[in-house]
């Protein structure tokens, strides 16, 4: 059955609408000059037919002829099969020709003479029996008379005859070509909607998560960018689609993770499987795992606000090296269990850089807990504050295993880790993907410089508050 509302019948009726009214338009327009160029040649036979007329009626007044054989010869001459001429005196009677046509000269009105004879001419279209008839009145001067001024008057009935043979040839010309030119155009609709059809049923095989069928639309124009684009648009959700199932395969193992372990030292404890003297102990490790579930619980929360723009940034002049100082100081226990050493180069002067403090602690705070986590034990962490131009310039460099070339694009991906092994250090795999967009925000471009083996370096820029302000 087929659909009212689809592209297809749209397309396909507004074509034929189209065809159908530009042949109408055709067809008024081609009758209108039918008219006017038949109408042209019949006045053009009638000032010829009266010059004519009027030469012979001369001619014979002159020569003497009695009246029946003058009649007679002038019948002749004004009787025509699609036309009746009448000539009427300067009085405003029938002149030269008895009044054999009766019905016709009905027709003729008297007012249409007398116009005529002060030499106006009258043209009027009739109606009679359904036939179309033109009634028209010229003046005509006959010198042989004693008065010259007389009215011509001609009915042309034939005008039918001479226009509906053409008039029939022109419809019948547009009918064949409509047709002819709607098969075409419903070929060609069903041509140029095909692809439409194609793009819909793999629209719905998306909406179905099926992102393995690609468009095969081999052209150049507007729908063939449209199945490009198509295209491109299922490669990106089948990308998200991975991403999703990997985000919740990850967030289902870190929260799994240290969840599995609280349970079992409970149920441990519970049974008294786990001595009084150790329990302290894993009380402790009980409470290093709340840690890192609250911490992954709050670093989600951070990025989904940060992912649909709910966090606004409060930018305000702030002093970033006493800030620097202040995160150092609260990184100390780390520092201490990890046996991790930070050198901590400020600036000659106290920086004052215009930002968010709190969101660029959290920057702060994620890229120096990084790099103690990708750091040996033993190994020194150098942070470096320095004034560069009209930016604060801030550096974090570790001495750790580094990144391989191959996973440095994907270090901002949600919950990528490059060292699996190492991942139960309270890492989320969200610190430096919350780092980005917090950078981002502040329109602040981040760079990274990693040699596998010897280490990772981080380096972004604050602007300056003064220099901001200037």
């Not at 039918?160 to 040839?169: C, G, Q």
């Not at 004034?387 to 994907?410: F, H, Q, R």
């Given at each position: 059955?087929?659909?009212?509302?689809?592209?297809?019948?749209?397309?396909?009726?507004?074509?034929?609408?189209?065809?159908?009214?530009s042949?109408?338009?055709?067809?008024?327009?081609?009758?209108?000059?039918?008219?006017?160029?038949?109408?042209?040649?019949?006045?053009?036979?009638?000032?010829?037919q009266?010059?004519?007329l009027?030469?012979?009626?001369?001619?014979?007044?002159?020569?003497?002829?009695?009246?029946?054989?003058?009649?007679?010869?002038?019948?002749?001459?004004?009787?025509?099969?699609?036309?009746?001429?009448?000539?009427?005196?300067?009085?405003?009677?029938?002149?030269?020709?008895?009044?054999?046509?009766?019905?016709?000269?009905?027709?003729?009105?008297?007012?249409?003479?007398?116009?005529?004879?002060?030499?106006?001419?009258?043209?009027?279209?009739?109606?009679?029996?359904?036939?179309?008839?033109?009634?028209?009145?010229?003046?005509?001067?006959?010198?042989?008379?004693?008065?010259?001024?007389?009215?011509?008057?001609?009915?042309?009935?034939?005008?039918?005859?001479?226009?509906?043979?053409?008039?029939?040839?022109?419809?019948g010309?547009?009918?064949?070509?409509?047709l002819?030119?709607?098969?075409?155009?419903?070929?060609?609709?069903?041509?140029?909607?095909?692809?439409?059809?194609?793009?819909?049923?793999?629209?719905?095989?998306?909406?179905?998560?099926?992102?393995?069928?690609?468009?095969?639309?081999?052209?150049?124009?507007?729908?063939?960018?449209?199945?490009?684009?198509?295209?491109?648009?299922?490669?990106?959700?089948?990308?998200?689609?991975?991403?999703?199932?990997?985000?919740?395969?990850?967030?289902?193992h870190?929260?799994?993770?240290?969840?599995?372990?609280?349970?079992?030292?409970?149920?441990?404890?519970?049974?008294?499987?786990?001595?009084?003297?150790?329990?302290?102990h894993?009380?402790?490790?009980?409470?290093?795992?709340?840690?890192?579930?609250?911490?992954?619980?709050?670093?989600?929360?951070?990025?989904?606000?940060?992912?649909?723009?709910?966090?606004?940034?409060?930018?305000?002049?702030?002093?970033?090296?006493?800030?620097?100082?202040?995160?150092?100081?609260?990184?100390?226990?780390?520092?201490?269990?990890?046996?991790?050493?930070?050198?901590?180069?400020?600036?000659?002067?106290?920086?004052?850089?215009?930002?968010d403090?709190?969101?660029?602690?959290?920057?702060?705070?994620?890229?120096?807990?990084?790099?103690?986590?990708?750091?040996?034990?033993g190994?020194?962490?150098?942070?470096?504050?320095?004034?560069?131009?009209?930016?604060?310039?801030?550096?974090?460099?570790?001495?750790?295993?580094?990144i391989?070339?191959?996973?440095?694009?994907?270090?901002?991906?949600?919950?990528?880790?490059?060292?699996?092994?190492r991942?139960?250090?309270?890492?989320?795999?969200?610190?430096?993907?919350?780092?980005?967009?917090?950078?981002?925000?502040?329109?602040?471009?981040?760079?990274?410089?990693?040699?596998?083996?010897?280490?990772?370096?981080?380096?972004?820029?604050?602007?300056?508050?003064?220099?901001?302000?200037?």
């Amino acid at each position: 059955m087929i659909n009212r509302k689809s592209i297809f019948i749209k397309l396909f009726l507004t074509s034929l609408l189209i065809l159908f009214v530009s042949f109408l338009l055709f067809a008024v327009i081609f009758n209108y000059l039918l008219h006017s160029v038949l109408f042209k040649n019949y006045q053009e036979s009638l000032y010829y037919q009266r010059d004519q007329l009027t030469t012979y009626i001369n001619e014979v007044s002159n020569q003497g002829l009695d009246e029946d054989t003058f009649y007679s010869s002038l019948a002749l001459s004004m009787d025509k099969d699609d036309q009746t001429t009448f000539i009427f005196g300067p009085d405003g009677k029938l002149k030269f020709l008895k009044d054999s046509h009766q019905e016709i000269l009905q027709m003729v009105d008297r007012e249409y003479v007398d116009k005529a004879l002060k030499n106006e001419e009258v043209i009027k279209k009739v109606k009679v029996n359904d036939r179309h008839m033109f009634i028209t009145a010229i003046p005509m001067k006959i010198e042989s008379e004693a008065n010259p001024n007389h009215a011509m008057v001609v009915v042309f009935h034939g005008f039918d005859r001479d226009v509906n043979p053409i008039r029939l040839l022109n419809f019948g010309a547009i009918f064949i070509t409509i047709l002819v030119t709607g098969i075409i155009i419903f070929f060609a609709s069903r041509k140029i909607t095909a692809p439409l059809r194609e793009l819909n049923e793999n629209v719905l095989e998306f909406a179905k998560g099926d992102f393995s069928k690609e468009v095969t639309i081999d052209r150049k124009d507007e729908i063939g960018q449209l199945g490009a684009s198509v295209n491109y648009m299922a490669k990106e959700l089948a990308g998200m689609e991975q991403a999703r199932r990997e985000f919740v395969a990850n967030v289902s193992h870190d929260l799994r993770s240290p969840l599995t372990s609280i349970k079992g030292f409970l149920v441990a404890m519970q049974d008294g499987t786990i001595p009084e003297h150790r329990r302290d102990h894993y009380l402790t490790i009980m409470k290093h795992e709340t840690d890192r579930l609250i911490k992954l619980v709050n670093d989600l929360l951070d990025m989904t606000q940060m992912e649909s723009n709910q966090i606004k940034l409060s930018l305000k002049a702030y002093n970033i090296s006493e800030q620097l100082r202040r995160v150092i100081a609260k990184m100390e226990p780390e520092l201490i269990k990890y046996q991790i050493e930070i050198d901590f180069l400020d600036s000659e002067n106290e920086l004052e850089v215009l930002a968010d403090s709190d969101r660029m602690e959290q920057v702060l705070t994620n890229l120096i807990q990084n790099g103690i986590h990708f750091s040996p034990k033993g190994s020194k962490l150098e942070v470096i504050l320095t004034e560069k131009e009209n930016v604060a310039l801030v550096t974090i460099k570790d001495n750790g295993k580094g990144i391989s070339e191959k996973d440095l694009p994907y270090i901002w991906d949600r919950f990528f880790k490059v060292d699996k092994a190492r991942s139960s250090k309270l890492g989320t795999g969200i610190g430096l993907s919350i780092v980005k967009h917090i950078l981002d925000q502040h329109g602040i471009a981040i760079s990274v410089k990693s040699t596998f083996g010897r280490g990772t370096t981080f380096t972004f820029s604050v602007p300056l508050a003064n220099k901001v302000e200037k």
